[in-house]
């Protein structure tokens, strides 16, 4: 999965619901709903800071380009 921000935040059930909808309540939404990973580009710009962090670009199954930036060591990209 792309890490899109509809996909990583639930929807709440309202207090009074039922059995059978909390049995059949999916809270990240249908699977159809989530975005995939088709392909990652083959280019990857190095930035221009202390980290040289990657930034590439990924393809969606939603037909969208994804930005992505990665720091070495795990580090926080924020």
């Known amino acids: 999965l792309i890490p899109v921000h509809r996909q990583l935040v639930p929807s709440l059930l309202h207090p009074g619901a039922t059995f059978s909808e909390v049995k059949e309540h999916q809270p990240f939404g ?4 989530f975005v995939k990973l088709v392909r990652i580009e083959d280019d990857v710009e190095v930035l221009g800071s202390q980290t040289r962090p990657k930034k590439m670009h990924w393809l969606g199954s939603d037909g969208r380009r994804y930005a992505i930036v990665a720091k070495p060591n795990g580090k926080d990209t924020n």
Not at 30 to 33: I, K, L, Y
């Open 30 to 33: 249908a699977e159809s709903r």
